[in-house]
Each structure stands twice: as structure tokens, then as C-alpha cells.
């Protein structure tokens, strides 16, 4: 196999076309690659424009880097052409368009191509680069999603509201996914939720995940060389995340036989050291396009139709709707709303994140558990990051631009189509009820009943105020307290302010008191 390091060597004869593939555009299913051109030479890079737009995990910038060579090894092995420009070579230029400019320069390319950015930076960025350009440039699709970046706008078109079921049934019915007579939802019902979600029970142990033993420490070395900033750590001799396809498709297939049949049942648990459960880990695989959503729905509903006595149908669905449903809604309200949505704070929030977040050095052990394992695993699940982190942020009158450079920065999974509409929309309702309905906020009850964290807590679940009680309970109350005239009308929550306005002055006052203190301390929880 030819190394990275020959591949310049390689594209000396690069002719006309210039192709860029960005480090999240790795699909060698693109029609791109269906046939290789000599005229055409295509481009990767390993950037600090794009490793330092904000501080990310090392596990994150190791695996886009690993990826991104195999990809290039790949291409090669298919007879293109390719230049890679790796983080240290001294001909870098750190930039997209210094590099491309150069390029253009020594090498008289007469085109320039590239794929649709996800990310409203980089297709600013790129679009303007090509505004400035003296020759001939084109733009393509990455064909990947299901459906294009328009296709949510039109679908809600003259509408005030952008309910995720109705684009999700939109999408079953367009793709005949798990669809029957022409437009009917398989057995009957378009949505199983009240089927799934259940708290793991005492003795159940989950299966092991399933985890590759890269080693990627030459990459590791060379990002140490550099003055990037990372979060968390990594084993860079085991590196546990699919770095190529065949890596994915390997996690694809071990989580359809042995986690899928779970899946939708235990979706929202969560327990102290399992950090996946049945989840399936796919995210950063699928984001950075080495398998794609098709692939991961078609090959579920297989195993789900060889395997349907043993596979409840909930588990299915379920899964699908993550996919179908979610990931492009949330892609859909994002090229909606953008760049706009970057910038909204219905709550007009200002504080800080709590240092424990860089850390997980905090007494409350549901915040411990879902911190610590994404320092050590650049992963949580979805309800961790919903109820636990995203929770505690909202509760805390955190400012959504720091919640969303955390989440940016520390999941592997984490690119900003995807996770500012999750973070700002959907977990700190910052953007005022586009993606969801309600704030997801709880007190310990609803963790209690998820988990099993709050019997291993310093904090009392059950206490609300005084000593040790658990500060979720009294944030909670304050939320809703401190927001009454902009939450009290919402249909969805006009119950909680008939139990808050009915509690006596006295226990009103001293929730509200309990949590002041909590919030004037909140580096010491
Ligand atoms: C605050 C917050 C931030 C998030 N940030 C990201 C992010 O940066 N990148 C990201 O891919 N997901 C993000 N999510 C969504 C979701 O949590 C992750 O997709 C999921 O945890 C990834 O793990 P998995 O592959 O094991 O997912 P599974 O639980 O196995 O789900 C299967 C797939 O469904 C898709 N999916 C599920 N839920 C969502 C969702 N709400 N939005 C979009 N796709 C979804 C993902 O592609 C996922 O791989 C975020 C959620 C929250 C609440
Ligand atoms: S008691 Fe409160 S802080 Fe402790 S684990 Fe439970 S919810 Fe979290």
C-alpha cells in the first residue's frame, strides 16, 4: 500500500480540474469517484483554520485526520489523483484558500469543484473564495442525505410551526420506508414511542461495545508538535472509533445484531460505567459520510425482517425515526434558520459554564458520569446530553453560545448542522420553541427514574432544600419561577405553574433561596 506521504509525489501531472474533499465529505459512493479522470486531481487538508475554529477533543481531530488519509489511501489505491497536505508539511498554508490558491497557481488548474459544505461557515467561506476566483468553479451535492438543504423550508412553507412527526411522516411516505398500501405506516401506527424508554433493570448487564484498536499515534504526534488546544484524552495506540468504511460497516453490522433488539427500550437509560448501552455509535461514521443514512436504515430493516420474531417492531422504529426523522429535520431547520439561529437566546441567558465541565470533578454524580465519560470517550448519548448536561446548563442560565462551543468542541460526532439545532434548539430552547415544544428541563425525579445515579450521589434526590439536597430540585423551580411571563401560557407546561402558584409563599421562598445559593457556588456542586 502507498503511504500518505507519496501522494503529492503522485499528482505532479495534475492537469485541469481541482476537486476539494472536505474532512466530513469521505462518501467513496459519490458519483465523483465512479470514474478516474486524469484531468481531474482532488485535494485533502488537515488545516488550523478548521482544527482551532473552536477547542475540540483530541479524539475528534485524530479520528477526522485518521479517516481522512484513509480515504486518501483509498483513492489512490482507485488510480486517482490526489494531493494531501498534512498538518506539518512545511508547503501548508493552514487555510483553505491560501492552500487552494497556491495550488491553483503552480499547478494551472482551469476548474475548481467542490461539494456542498454542512457547515454555514465553510460554504460562506467557500462561496466567497469562488466569487474572487479567475476560473471556472462548480458546486455539487455530497449525496448523502435523504433530503436536500431546502426541502424542510418548503415542506413548512407559510407554516408557524415545524413539527418533527410531520416531517418524519413526510419522509417515510416519500422514501416508502417502513410504509405498507402505498402511504400506510407499517402496523398501523407511524410512531412506537410509548413502547420504548425504560430504566435499565438491576441485574441486566448491557453488552460490551464494540471497539477498534487503531493505532493513530503518529497523528496524535504530530497534533502535539502543534500548538492546537484539545479537550479529554485519548489512546492513541487503541483508538477506539471506526477510522474507514469497512470500520463502520463493521459497527453498523455489530450494532444491528446485538444492540438493535434493545435499542428502543432502553434509548433513554442510563447507568454510572456504560457509556453506550444499546446506542449505536454511528454518529461520527455517518457524519463524516463513511457509510450513509440509507445504508444504516436499509441494513436495520434487514435484520429486522430475518430476525422479526425475535425483533419487537418498536426497536425498529424507533431506530429509523433517529435517522429518518431527526438527523434530517434537525439538517432542515438548520439551513432553514441559519445564520440567524446562531445568535438566538430567547432566555436572554448570560452565565458561565461551570468549570466542572472541563473536568467532571463535581459531587453530583449524573453530571460525573456523563462529563467524565466524554472527556474519556468524546461520546454521551443522547439523554445524557439532553437530561443530564444540556439539563443542567438551561437550569443554570448558562449563555447558549458557551453550551454550544461545548458540545462543538467535545463529542467526535460534533458538526455544527447537527449540533447547534440539538444544542440551542432542542436542549437549551434558545431558539424559542422552533425544534421543540418545550424546554427539557427536570428535577431529580425524572433522572432518578432513568438512571440509577442518584443512589451513588453525595446530593439527597428526594431532598429540595437544606443540606445535601439535590440541586437540580430547586433549580428547577427557579427556572420556571424566573420565567414565568415568557413559559406560563405554553400549553405544555400551564400545569407546572398551577403547582408552583398553589405552593405556600414559605417553601416557594425557600426553593428560590436554595437556589440562589447553589448558583452563587455553582463551581463548588
Ligand atoms: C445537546 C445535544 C447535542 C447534540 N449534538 C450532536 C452532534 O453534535 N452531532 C450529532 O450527530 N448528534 C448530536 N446530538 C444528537 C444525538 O444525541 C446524537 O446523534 C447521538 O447521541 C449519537 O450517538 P449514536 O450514534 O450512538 O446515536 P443512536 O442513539 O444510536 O441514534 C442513531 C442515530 O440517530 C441520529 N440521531 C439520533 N438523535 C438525533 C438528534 N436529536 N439529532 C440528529 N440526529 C440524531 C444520529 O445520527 C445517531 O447516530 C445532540 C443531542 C443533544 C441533546
Ligand atoms: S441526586 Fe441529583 S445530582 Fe445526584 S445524581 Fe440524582 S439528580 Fe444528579
Given at each position: 500500500m502507498i503511504d500518505v506521504e507519496t501522494l503529492n509525489k503522485m499528482a505532479k501531472n495534475a492537469t485541469s480540474t481541482l476537486r476539494l474533499i472536505l474532512g466530513d465529505q469521505l462518501n467513496i459512493n459519490h458519483?465523483?469517484?465512479?470514474?478516474?479522470?486524469?484531468?481531474?486531481?482532488?485535494?485533502?487538508?488537515?488545516?488550523?483554520?478548521?482544527?482551532?475554529?473552536?477547542?475540540?477533543?483530541?479524539?475528534?481531530?485524530?479520528?477526522?485526520?485518521?479517516?481522512?488519509?484513509?480515504?486518501?489511501?483509498?483513492?489512490?489505491?482507485?488510480?486517482?489523483?490526489?494531493?494531501?497536505?498534512?498538518?506539518?508539511?512545511?508547503?501548508?498554508?493552514?487555510?483553505?484558500?491560501?492552500?487552494?490558491?497556491?495550488?491553483?497557481?503552480?499547478?494551472?488548474?482551469?476548474?475548481?469543484?467542490?461539494?456542498?459544505?454542512?457547515?454555514?461557515?465553510?460554504?460562506?467561506?467557500?462561496k466567497d473564495y469562488c466569487k474572487a476566483l479567475s476560473i471556472t468553479n462548480n458546486v455539487t451535492d455530497t449525496e448523502h442525505f435523504y433530503s436536500s438543504r431546502a426541502e424542510l423550508g418548503n415542506l413548512f412553507e407559510g407554516k408557524k410551526t415545524y413539527l418533527m412527526e410531520t416531517f418524519y411522516r413526510y419522509m417515510r411516505k416519500k422514501h416508502h420506508v417502513l410504509i405498507i398500501d402505498g402511504d400506510k405506516p407499517l402496523h398501523g401506527k407511524w410512531n412506537f414511542d410509548e413502547d420504548n424508554?425504560?430504566?435499565?433493570?438491576?441485574?441486566?448487564?448491557?453488552?460490551?461495545?464494540?471497539?477498534?484498536?487503531?493505532?493513530?499515534?503518529?497523528?496524535?504526534?504530530?497534533?502535539?508538535?502543534?500548538?492546537?488546544?484539545?479537550?479529554?484524552?485519548?489512546?492513541?495506540?487503541?483508538?477506539?472509533?471506526?477510522?474507514?468504511?469497512?470500520?463502520?460497516?463493521?459497527?453498523?453490522?455489530?450494532?444491528?445484531?446485538?444492540?438493535?433488539?434493545?435499542?428502543?427500550?432502553?434509548?433513554?437509560?442510563?447507568?454510572?460505567?456504560?457509556?453506550?448501552?444499546?446506542?449505536?455509535?454511528?454518529?461520527?461514521?455517518?457524519?463524516?459520510?463513511?457509510?450513509?443514512?440509507?445504508?444504516?436504515?436499509?441494513?436495520?430493516?434487514?435484520?429486522?425482517?430475518?430476525?422479526?420474531?425475535?425483533?419487537?417492531?418498536?426497536?425498529?422504529?424507533?431506530?429509523?425515526?433517529?435517522?429518518?426523522?431527526?438527523?434530517?429535520?434537525?439538517?432542515?431547520?438548520?439551513?432553514?434558520?441559519?445564520?440567524?439561529?446562531?445568535?438566538?437566546?430567547?432566555?436572554?441567558?448570560?452565565?458561565?459554564?461551570?468549570?466542572?465541565?472541563?473536568?467532571?470533578?463535581?459531587?453530583?454524580?449524573?453530571?460525573?458520569?456523563?462529563?467524565?465519560?466524554?472527556?474519556?470517550f468524546a461520546y454521551a448519548h443522547h439523554i445524557q446530553r439532553l437530561m443530564i448536561t444540556g439539563n443542567f446548563a438551561l437550569l443554570a442560565g448558562v449563555n447558549p453560545n458557551e453550551v454550544d462551543a461545548w458540545y462543538l468542541g467535545i463529542y467526535i460526532d460534533a458538526f455544527e448542522w447537527v449540533e447547534i439545532t440539538n444544542t440551542r434548539g432542542m436542549s437549551q430552547f434558545a431558539d424559542g420553541g422552533i425544534v421543540g415544544s418545550k424546554p427539557y428541563v427536570s428535577s431529580a425525579t425524572y433522572i432518578n427514574k432513568m438512571s440509577s445515579y442518584c443512589s451513588g450521589c453525595y446530593y439527597d434526590k428526594s431532598k429540595k432544600t437544606g443540606d445535601k439536597a439535590c440541586p437540580f430540585n430547586s433549580l428547577y423551580w427557579n427556572f420556571y419561577d424566573k420565567h414565568e411571563a415568557k413559559l406560563s401560557r405554553n400549553p405544555r407546561i400551564g400545569m407546572m405553574y398551577n403547582v408552583w402558584r398553589k405552593m405556600e409563599p414559605t417553601a416557594k421562598a425557600q426553593l428560590l433561596e436554595q437556589a440562589d445559593y447553589y448558583l452563587k457556588h455553582i463551581n463548588e456542586l
Open positions: 458519483s465523483w469517484f465512479k470514474k478516474v479522470d486524469d484531468q481531474v486531481t482532488y485535494v485533502m487538508m488537515e488545516i488550523r483554520s478548521e482544527t482551532d475554529y473552536v477547542q475540540h477533543h483530541i479524539q475528534k481531530v485524530i479520528g477526522v485526520f485518521a479517516a481522512m488519509q484513509n480515504f486518501a489511501k483509498e483513492l489512490l489505491q482507485l488510480h486517482h489523483k490526489v494531493i494531501y497536505i498534512k498538518l506539518n508539511d512545511e508547503n501548508n498554508l493552514q487555510s483553505f484558500n491560501k492552500n487552494l490558491d497556491a495550488l491553483v497557481l503552480k499547478n494551472s488548474f482551469s476548474c475548481f469543484e467542490y461539494q456542498l459544505p454542512d457547515e454555514y461557515r465553510v460554504d460562506q467561506y467557500l424508554r425504560q430504566k435499565l433493570p438491576k441485574n441486566h448487564t448491557p453488552n460490551s461495545p464494540l471497539l477498534f484498536t487503531n493505532d493513530v499515534s503518529e497523528i496524535d504526534i504530530e497534533i502535539k508538535k502543534t500548538s492546537i488546544k484539545t479537550i479529554g484524552v485519548v489512546n492513541s495506540k487503541n483508538f477506539l472509533w471506526p477510522i474507514n468504511r469497512s470500520q463502520s460497516l463493521q459497527l453498523l453490522d455489530f450494532f444491528v445484531k446485538k444492540c438493535l433488539p434493545l435499542f428502543g427500550t432502553f434509548q433513554d437509560a442510563m447507568a454510572p460505567n456504560e457509556w453506550s448501552l444499546y446506542h449505536s455509535r454511528l454518529s461520527f461514521s455517518m457524519n463524516i459520510k463513511l457509510i450513509s443514512p440509507q445504508e444504516v436504515v436499509n441494513r436495520a430493516i434487514e435484520e429486522y425482517t430475518n430476525r422479526s420474531i425475535e425483533i419487537e417492531y418498536n426497536q425498529l422504529e424507533g431506530f429509523v425515526r433517529q435517522i429518518i426523522g431527526w438527523r434530517e429535520y434537525m439538517r432542515g431547520i438548520y439551513w432553514l434558520k441559519m445564520p440567524e439561529y446562531a445568535s438566538l437566546n430567547y432566555f436572554d441567558h448570560t452565565e458561565k459554564l461551570p468549570q466542572w465541565f472541563w473536568t467532571g470533578k463535581t459531587k453530583m454524580n449524573c453530571l460525573k458520569n456523563a462529563i467524565t465519560q466524554s472527556l474519556q
